[in-house]
């Protein structure tokens, strides 16, 4: 099967600077990815570039492939007209950002909304209409009398259903979700998650979801790619991943998180902060940060296989055992 | 909400309590209860962990603390003394600080860092030739040097050091107590294990009181020594940090426990999430005001509103009937 996504050596710079440095990945049908990393390391970006929905001051280069199930061409992201991407975006993918529960049209009712976005892709009749209207919402968890309200007559947990709603309304082959539960708290992320993980189940949608929590991730998504200074350096199984992490980075943000029923305490802090992927240091991006650097860390190492469909750029992988670190070594210092 | 009684609950000393305390917002024509009667103890030294959905009250509370948000009821009390007149409240805001949620808005931008962490000092009236060397210690004590700092503007800082300018602000007082509400909720990873060492380790070398107003129960379970577990407008359980994550007694906190996310693969499984969401504030229901979504709900939960009452753990108490003595259960346990 060819997979549903393919990204080969996407790069965003802005005034020549690299905001995103060479980031391949694949996604598979009803696959769901989970995109992990700090702010600034170019999530977002990549997320908008498959979308070719980034500002016009950023200029991106590299393929990106889309072979949506029922078309027999594949679509070629990096050179579709303007013209040409909105026949793509929200029929093939779309995305549920960051804050969108606040991004609805406020003077609207919810289900004019998504008539809207029905009808932007397909001919309906307004029976048809209605009919979509009310079983869409029903897939996200709504009743059909939200349809009848305004944006500021629902909660922020509602509000963010509509919006996925909205994504699903041309019922798309990949959802790309950045951040989705981040407004909301425990009990409505969770809700939120439940309703993604069903979607996925029953629509076969592919998904790839960006998050800063990586319980979230981890609940959620098959794969994970962390991602550090524009680029992704470690991407594999979940299970995998989060049980044997293979770079550096991604074994400190694992630290970095409570986990009940471990040890109570403060957690390991990473040292300074991520370079900007303009600017990165000289050899391994992560050098500067990193307790476990060596001598060959000098030369900016690729991303290789590691183990079973697992990769990480770091030239000691796979680390058999990691290195007993002084934790006074983390955190000092002003840099944060 | 009438059992807690000022010495009743541990001998020992309070940095500060809050007795029956309630706050009412008066919205078209409807009142919405923000806190309905919360009580709650804060040790000298201690980390208190204050938990619960978002519009559960908790930031309501910590503002009602600080005498910024007029109550309708209740006390507070400040080392076991009541404060009620203006300079009561004037020397509780020396004594207690608060730090917020967003960095980016709670520095002056036309300020310099010098400037914003020595206001509080010109505010309070402290002697002038006292101001710098204060400032200097308060920065060195976040951890930013003060040569390097003290000269910039707010947007020539990232997020955590402005969080830092923010701690260092409220230390320079020399508080006992500091309320951070969701000190590193918008921080990345790296940043927020920082700056939650630069609290820690104020509490623990400076003997700093914290209260930690989170929605984050994985952070509330590893630093703090106690929590309060709020549920619209009131303290539904409290208890030591371990007990209240690992053992919740409250069927509400068993459910917040249950939605926490856990970063192990396939950790969360299929759980059974609570259903619906936080209810009005200007419609608290009748009796129990979790008994709508409360999956063990019994018979008398939709009239009687059950009190904090002892739940076995030593100083774990849950506002629950299925705790109370006098209740019969309807399965006959726990």
Same mark, same amino acid.
């Given at each position: 099967m060819s997979p549903l996504l393919e990204i080969e050596g996407l790069r965003v710079t802005h005034d020549g600077k690299p905001i995103v440095d060479g980031v391949d990945l694949t996604l598979e049908p009803g696959e769901a990815l989970a995109l992990a990393g700090e702010? =600034?390391? =170019?999530k977002t970006t990549t997320a908008l570039a498959t979308m070719r929905l980034l500002p016009p001051s950023l200029e991106q280069s590299g393929v990106i492939t889309l072979r949506p199930e029922g078309v027999a061409e594949p679509i070629n992201i990096g050179r579709r007209t303007e013209t040409g991407m909105r026949l793509v975006r929200w029929r093939h993918i779309s995305l549920v950002f960051q804050g969108a529960m606040n991004s609805l049209d406020p003077v609207q009712r919810v289900g004019r909304q998504l008539a809207e976005a029905i009808r932007l892709h397909e001919r309906a009749s307004s029976a048809e209409l209605a009919a979509r209207i009310a079983e869409l919402l029903e897939t996200v968890g709504l009743t059909a009398g939200v349809g009848d309200r305004y944006p500021h007559e629902l909660s922020g947990g509602q509000r963010q259903r509509v919006m996925i709603a909205l994504a699903l309304a041309c019922r798309p082959s990949l959802v790309i979700a950045d951040e989705p539960t981040t407004a909301l708290d425990v009990v409505m992320q969770a809700q939120v998650l439940q309703l993604l993980e069903r979607l996925r189940e029953e629509l076969g949608l592919a998904l790839i979801l960006i998050s800063h929590d990586l319980g979230v991730l981890a609940e959620t998504c098959d794969r994970i790619a962390v991602m550090y200074a524009g680029r992704i350096v470690e991407i594999g199984a979940v299970d995998g991943v989060f049980a044997a992490p293979q770079h550096p980075y991604t074994k400190l943000l694992l630290d970095s998180l409570p986990v009940i =029923?471990?040890?109570?305490?403060l957690a390991a802090a990473i040292p300074g902060a991520p370079p900007h992927p303009g600017e990165p240091p000289p050899g391994c991006r992560f050098r500067p940060r990193c307790p476990f650097s060596g001598d060959r860390c000098d030369v900016d190492p690729d991303r290789r296989e590691v183990g079973p469909r697992h990769e990480a750029a770091c030239h000691y992988a796979p680390w058999e055992r990691w290195p007993e670190i002084e934790p006074a070594a983390a955190g000092e210092g002003g840099a944060a | 909400m009438s059992e807690i009684q000022g010495g009743e609950i541990g001998m020992g000393e309070t940095l500060m309590s809050v007795s029956d305390v309630e706050v009412r917002f008066e919205a078209r024509r409807r009142t919405a209860r923000a806190l309905d009667g919360v009580s709650l103890e804060w040790r000298p030294g201690e980390i208190l962990g204050v938990v619960g959905e978002s519009g559960c009250g908790k930031s309501t509370l910590a503002r009602a603390m600080l005498g910024l948000q007029p109550t309708t009821a209740g006390q507070l009390s400040l080392s076991g003394g009541v404060v009620s007149s203006k300079d009561e409240q004037r020397a509780l805001r020396m004594r207690v600080q608060m730090i917020f949620q967003d960095p980016y808005q709670s520095l002056n931008p036309r300020q310099r860092v010098a400037a914003i962490v020595t206001e509080p000092l010109k505010v309070q009236g402290v002697p002038k030739e006292e101001h710098d060397g204060r400032v200097r210690r308060a920065m060195s004590d976040v951890g930013l040097d003060p040569e390097r700092y003290l000269d910039r503007y707010p947007h020539q800082l990232s997020g955590g050091q402005r969080q830092r300018v923010a701690i260092a602000t409220a230390l320079v007082l020399d508080p006992d107590g500091l309320i951070c509400d969701e000190p590193v909720s918008m921080l990345d990873a790296s940043v927020r294990a920082q700056i939650l060492k630069v609290l820690v380790g104020l509490q623990k070398e400076r003997g700093l009181a914290l209260i930690f107003i989170t929605h984050d129960l994985s952070l509330a379970w590893s630093l703090c020594d106690r929590i309060a577990v709020m549920y619209l407008g009131r303290v539904v359980e409290e208890g030591d940090a371990a007990d209240v994550i690992e053992? @919740?007694?409250?069927p509400y906190t068993q459910a917040l426990v249950t939605a926490i996310p856990v970063a192990v693969p396939g950790g969360g499984g299929r759980r059974e999430l609570l259903k619906g969401e936080l209810p009005d504030p200007t419609a608290v229901p009748p009796g129990c005001r979790f008994h709508p979504r409360c999956p063990r709900r019994f018979e008398p939960c939709d009239r009687v509103d059950p009190e904090l009452v002892?739940? =076995?753990? @030593?100083?774990q108490r849950a506002a629950c009937l299925l705790y109370d003595p006098t209740v019969a259960r309807p399965d006959g346990g726990g």
């Open positions: 702010s =600034g390391c =170019g =029923g471990d040890e109570r305490g | 053992r @919740p007694r409250h002892e739940t =076995g753990a @030593p100083g």
